[in-house]
Structures are given as C-alpha cells and as structure tokens.
C-alpha cells in the first residue's frame, strides 16, 4: 500500500458493530464485563481504547512501524522515552532542538540524575566523541526547531547500532510524508500530533512509532502506568487530519519553497534557512532522505535588531502570530520570546536563535497573498 492510500485505510477497519466507515468515537471511561476478567479486549479507557487504538494503527501504518502510541502531548509522548532510562544513563541530543524538550530534559530528568550532552550534529560524526558506556539514547530533530538544520539518520543509525543504543528521531516538521525515520534506521519515531499530523491547530497530542515488539511493550507499560493518554474526541481528529496529510504537505512545500524564495531575495533579509536551498547545510542530504523540503522557514532580518522582528510579526495581517505550526493557516512566531524562551539566551545564540529570528509555519494559503502579507510586514 502507497502512502497517499495508507494515510487514508493504514491500519484501519470498518467499525463491526454497524460498518461504520469512520471508527465510532467511543466516549466511554470502562466497559461492561460478563465475570471478573472477562471482557471484549477492553475494560478502561485509560490503558485501551477504541477509538485511540484505531489512532495509534494510524500512526504506525504511515511510519512503516508497527506498533504506535498516542499520548496527551508530544511532551507526554517524550517524557514516556525518558523513563525507559535509569539514573546515571547519558543521552545524546541534538543543540537545536525546541525548547520544550529542552526544558524537559534539563528541569525535569537532568534532577533525577540522567545527563544530557546537546551537541551539533550536522556532522554525524561528531556524536561519537560523546558516546560511553553509559549512553542509552541519542535524540535527533531534522529539520531541527528553528534553524532548520539537517542530520543524516542512516548515519546516526549506524553508529547507534554499533554501540547498542537507542535513536529516536523526533520528524515532527518533516511528517511521515516527507520522511520515514524507521527505514532509516531509527528505534523510535516521535511526533508532536498537534502540529502537521492534526494540521487544524485544534488538538494537542502526541505520538510514538516502533517496529520491535519488546520496545513497544515497555513504552505501552509507561503510557498505562504514566496515565498520559489522550482522549477518544481527540482521537478522532487527528485520525480525520491524517486522512488529509498528504494532501496538505504537498500545499506547504509548494508555498514553503514560494516564500522561502522570496525572503531569500529581500533586501532586508540577511539570511533564510530553508532546507530546499541548494546552499542548506546538507542540502544533498535533506534530498536524499526526504521526499521535499516541508513548509517551515526561519529568517533573520539585517542588523540582528529585536524591535525589528517584532515589529515585522505584530505587522503580519494573513500570518498569525502564535506558537505551534503546521495547521492550515500560516503561523509566525519569534523563537527567543516564545518556543524557545526556555533555552538560556546564551545557548540559544550558539545555535543562531538570536533576538532577529522570526519562524514561519506556512500554510495552504494561495502563494502570492502570503508573499504580499510579508511584503507588506517587512517594508
């Protein structure tokens, strides 16, 4: 089965009780049992439910796993990787990453005494220097959150592999249709739903895919015991939103490569980090594991000036100014005060989010009304 037809029937079944075509939304915290024990494969909703399950079936079909888990956030989703380690492992991550994750591995997990080493690894290489014997896990965003920066996952497969330890690949900005991190050699794929997954900006989940049975056993142990699932109404629209994932991604990279376009020739841009440009760190790269560049774009304006940005974000009529990304509607935000005010300003100018950089979530809106509303926010 292609993907344009897995997004719509992977993983999926008509409802047995009436043939419903969409699975029913099962509202329902427990379920009626004929003796102690004795059910019909459900008895609460926070461990299995119906309407979930049909989700997490999704999830897997579409990122060739075979076993997905949906959660109440992509925090929740990353907070059940985390507890697959003990105090006293070390993971890998990647230094440009968003800042809830930072946040979470260093206010949360660094205290129960699991250490973090946040290196750049657009050269894949370089994560061997950090690898002992105490590294259980390395983490990858690509693109990363904001900069847009490329790592090579075979590579950083490889060298997982050859130490025995665990990739997980974060692929919220690319999506499932843009790129498969399990084929290339990743452990675990994470998603933040709310985002391209859902795609409506009305959803707040999280999602995990796996292809080895034992794995997913201990990460469907954490979602029951953790309790952080999400609900059977939320269920069901990201279920609805994946049904139209490919359709949508080919819309924002046709207006991500459009707008990216036109910010790179503005005179009063100093530099546009796009991984379509041909210029791109790992441009090659980004083309040989993704199927186009996606819709996210981040750009800083000449002079490195704070007011400037914001001025040009309050100005944006069509683009709203808001955290998250990949709804339908295009989104603008300011990473230094908003998805990454968490990171401390001086790790955050190591990996270039200095106070100009405004991020752009664009979305299916017809090209040129987008280009005009920054043309007219810019001046």
Known sequence: MKFNTKTIHGGQEHDKAYGSVMPPIYQTSTYAQSTPGGHKGYEYSRTHNPTRNALENAFASIENGKYGLAFGSGLAAIDAIIKLLKPGDEVISTNDLYGGTYRLFTKVFEGFGIKFHFIGMENASNIEDYVNENTKLIWVETPTNPMMN???????????????????????????????????????????ATKYLGGHSDVVMGALVVKDKELADKLYFIQNASGAVCGPQDSFLVLRGIKTLHIRMQRHCENGKAVAEYLASHPKIAKVYWPGFENHPNHKIAKNQMKDFGGMISFTTKGNNYNEAIRIVENLKIFTLAESLGGVESLAGHPASMTHASIPKEEREKTGVVDSLIRLSVGIEDAEDLIADLAQAIG
């Open 150 to 192: 490329i790592i090579d996952v075979k590579a950083a497969s490889n060298i997982a592999k050859r130490h025995n330890i665990l990739l997980a690949v974060d692929n919220t900005f690319a999506t499932p249709y843009l790129q498969q991190p399990i084929d290339l050699g990743a452990d675990i794929v994470m998603h933040s």
